[in-house]
């Protein structure tokens, strides 16, 4: 009779002992001869190496935990201040205020170091400054913003030069990252920042598109821009 030797490799004993993990509870006299992973010292028990795993994991855990609820905080506080917004908006009697009181809460409330507001049409009652401008929509120099206009969706990050040139003119160099809301048919309002973490490819723009669409229905209510 011929013996057939069968050799099992690392992982399909790794395998086996998953599936039968009362093992070592058969033949204890296996975990003498075992060596356990340790970073410092010469040996320890499969009882304490599990530990210090499951210690790992614990650990682990607990900052997934302590960034998810520091996220749900932040998240909390935006949108509390996108309600106060949108109340503040619905509050002003006329066009002028309105766009005064967006200004006002982006640079205030969610502090944007450069707030600028882009409108293609002029309001009474509302003259040009640093943090306005009136561009008609059919101007070359909004070339640029025409996809982000179409699509009417929120912008972050680093803004091309041509964008910043025309939203921050002789302070561009100041802005690292911008937030950037396209209204269609209204115009465009950014909030630049000098962080250039503030604001990046990628995240959340849920409450940014909830101020658009607060702002633009509280310019709806004032046909003419009176």
Known sequence: MTETAET???HEVAAWLRRHPRFLQQFPDLTLSLVVPREEGSAASLASY????LRDKNRELSKRL?????NAQENERLAVR???LALALMRQDNSADTVRAMAASLAEDFNGDLVRLVLFE????LDEAEWLQVVPQDDARLAPFRDCLADGEPLCGRLQPEKHALLYGERAGEVQSTALLA???FGLVAVGSRDANRFFPGMGTLFLRMMGEALQAALERFPGRE
Do not use: N, S, Y
Not at 66 to 70: I, K, S, T, V
Not at 122 to 125: I, N
């Open 50 to 53: 599990q530990l210090e795993v």
């Open 122 to 125: 002029p309001v009474a009652g």
């Open 82 to 84: 996108t309600h106060q």
């Open 183 to 185: 209204l269609p048919g």
């Open 8 to 10: 099992l490799g690392a």
């Open 66 to 70: 302590r960034e998810l609820f520091a």
